[in-house]
């Protein structure tokens, strides 16, 4: 294999969360006197931040309503939440079909795997963790842990520093434009993941080696 390392998004690349996220976005929503949200309206939010997918589906700009928002998300399904709300989103998402098999044949062939993703860390560790699964991964970046969230690079740089491995040694792959921008912008390869909202020509626009269908599709082109 030409690459060192593959990388992931999480959301709709290797796992779904959409129960959990919809509900967190109702329950915020609701807290904010705002008509709640359906889960297909939420679905295509998903890979934003918080603030930007409350603004998206509110048309609401106010950074004190966009705080209040992301505090209400957070105390009920994200990294604040307590009890049986926190299992929520840890034990409320899935891991995509072909997910388990592909990190699995990347580790067997010595490949570097990481995720950067908006997604809290210690989410994204907690359901793999749940899954049983966390020593498929190398490494885990989550928006918690830089302070520009893609398509900044910072992510993306920090797991190729963490990792030792040149970006252009390095594939990521994604579900949205958002992760295509940050390949391009971190001079990693890219290719996109057919699992989430956006559709195969939304990028034609970017750099890429290819576009996969689904996970197992996605393994057999990289011949893992």
């Known amino acids: 294999m030409k690459y060192q390392g593959v990388f992931f998004d999480f959301d709709y690349t290797l796992g779904d969360s959409t129960p959990a996220i919809a509900e ?17 309206q939420v679905r ?22 966009q705080a209040a928002f992301r505090h209400q998300f957070e105390i009920t399904v994200g990294v604040k939440a307590q009890g ?8 409320g ?9 592909l990190l699995r044949a ?8 990481a995720i950067v993703s908006t997604k809290p860390g210690p989410t994204i560790r907690g359901i793999f963790e749940h899954q049983g699964h966390l020593d498929l991964l190398d490494l885990v970046v989550g928006g918690d842990e830089v302070r520009h969230t893609k398509p900044n ?18 594939l990521f792959c994604g579900d949205t434009v958002i992760d295509a921008a940050t390949a391009q912008a971190g001079g990693c390869e890219f290719c996109a993941v057919l ?6 020509p939304a990028f034609e626009r970017f750099p890429h080696v290819h576009i ?13």
């Open 24 to 40: 967190g976005y109702r329950r915020g929503f609701a807290a904010l006197g705002l008509a709640e949200p359906t889960a297909e």
């Open 106 to 113: 990347l580790k067997e062939a010595g490949v570097r795997t």
């Open 153 to 170: 690079p910072e992510g993306l740089w920090m797991a190729l520093e963490r990792l030792s491995l040149r970006a252009d040694r390095v």
């Open 93 to 101: 998402t899935r891991l995509l079909p072909g997910a388990v098999e």
């Open 84 to 91: 049986d709300d926190r299992k929520l989103m840890i034990e």
């Open 44 to 65: 295509h939010t998903v890979g934003l931040k918080l603030e930007d997918g409350f603004s998206l589906l509110s048309g609401e700009h106010n950074p004190d309503r």
């Open 212 to 224: 996969s269908e689904d996970l197992n599709e996605l393994k057999n082109w990289l011949k893992a």
């Open 195 to 200: 699992n989430g909202t956006t559709q195969a």
